[in-house]
């Protein structure tokens, strides 16, 4: 990749990228990689999720 590539590209997509590419070279085909690397996603996603709570609380209901 290009120095000018990697500067517009966001460090999510560079990350992904870069795991996709390590995932290949151990022999991981494109579709378990692709499994593999939402499952990390989704787990990162149910994470944040519960810092939040952590951090604020649950979420509450506003009444009308």
């Known amino acids: 990749m290009h120095a000018a590539d990697a500067r517009q590209r966001p460090k999510g997509a560079e990350?992904?990228?870069?795991?996709?590419?390590?995932?290949?070279?151990?022999g991981v085909s494109p579709e378990q990689a692709d499994e593999i690397v939402?499952?990390?996603?989704?787990?990162?996603?149910?994470?944040?999720h519960t810092d939040l709570e952590f951090a604020?609380?649950?979420?509450t209901r506003l009444s009308r």
């Open 38 to 48: 939402s499952e990390l996603e989704a787990g990162a996603v149910a994470g944040a």
């Open 56 to 59: 604020w609380g649950p979420p």
């Open 15 to 26: 990350a992904r990228s870069d795991l996709f590419q390590a995932l290949a070279a151990v």
